[in-house]
Every structure is written in C-alpha cells, then in structure tokens.
C-alpha cells in the first residue's frame, strides 16, 4: 500500500519510546492512522499538532499491516494554541473526528466540513463567528455515520399529529445550544464559561438538520 495525500493530523498517540501514532483524514482515503518513527521529537512534535496540514506518505506491504508514515509541514495552526476557546475548538473538533470516523472510507463532506470548520477557527477574531458552525459539524459527522433523524413511526403522537419533521428531540437542543452559543458571544465577546466546557456542552447535543429543509429546527 502507497498512499500519498494531503491530511489533516487528528490524532496522535505516543507508541514505544519516541515513535508515535497518528490518525490523519484525507480527502479520498478518508481516516488513516500510521506510525512515524521519532514522532515524539521535538522536531516533530509540532508538526503532528492536531489541526495541522500535512503531506502524508503512508506506506505498508500489505493492507492489514499498519502503514509507517512521513509527513512534511504545509500549514500549521500552532500559534492557535495560545488561545484558550480556540485551542479547545481545534482538539474538540479533530478529537471528535479521529474517534467516530472509521478508518479507510472516504468521507469527502466531512473532510471538507472539517477543513473549512478549521479555517473559520483561525480566521475569525471572535468566537461567534464559528461557535454555530461548530455544532453544526457535530450534526454532520452524525448525519453522514447514518444517524441523521429518525423514522416517523419513532416520533410521538403529537409531533405526528402536529405534522412535525421526524427530527430527534436532541436535534432540538443542538440548535437551541447553537443559538444560545451565538447570543452569549455576541453580548459577552466570549462563552462567559471555561473553553474546556464548550466540548461537554455540545457533545449532549448534536443531531442534525431537518432532512426536509436542510435547516436546524427550531
């Protein structure tokens, strides 16, 4: 096996002495986890910074080998980690994506999902400008696993009555929680809580959007 592809470091795992572990998402192999030799320098550690870009080589002789893997730097978010609520946005978001994506199926939505969550991340001067964005990769990680909504015969009697969307409770506290996250920010110029609580919150939360409208209940 030769894959050669452009990455986005999710994970990395400490394996023997100095070598490491680490889970990266392409664009058309999806999730592929290899081992980098030395992984744990202090010349790569700040390349295999979650968030970070890469230029991946993942090599194995066969498929069920676990590839090694050499990386070159070609975009680093580092200076991010100096930024508490960023900081914690960054690991939450490739945290989430390296521990619910199964490895070798691509997933180019939430590749591209992910990429442009990350962007906003850095880009933006305040966290209002990607708190609902946030939430709403959480819906779409959930939404292309298969956990999308549920069946109208799983929804009550009066939301069947009423002629509502078969569309989780919880896909309801996710826009809620979007929404709550937006006013917060906007007010306060931040969450007005610890950036570590941020992840707690929006993990009880996410489940996508209407699948007849494409929009967050509310």
Known sequence: MHISASAIVCAVRPHG???A???AMTAEHGMIAG???GGRSRTMRPVLQPSNIVRAEFRARVETQLPGLTVELEHSRGPLMAEPLAAAALDWATALTASVV???HPYPAIHSALDGLLNAIEAAPAARRWAGALVSYEALILSALGFGHRDE???GEDERA????PVC???RRCAGFARTVGRAVEKGGGLGQSPARLPERSRRCALPFCPET???PK
Do not use: D, H
Not at 162 to 165: D, E, H, I, L, R
């Open 162 to 165: 009423a002629g509502a969307s």
């Open 35 to 37: 081992y980098v030799r």
């Open 102 to 104: 199964p490895e070798m």
């Open 214 to 216: 494409g929009l967050a």
């Open 17 to 19: 002495e100095a070598g």
């Open 153 to 155: 015969a799983e929804c």
């Open 21 to 23: 572990v680490v889970r």
């Open 169 to 171: 409770r919880p896909a």
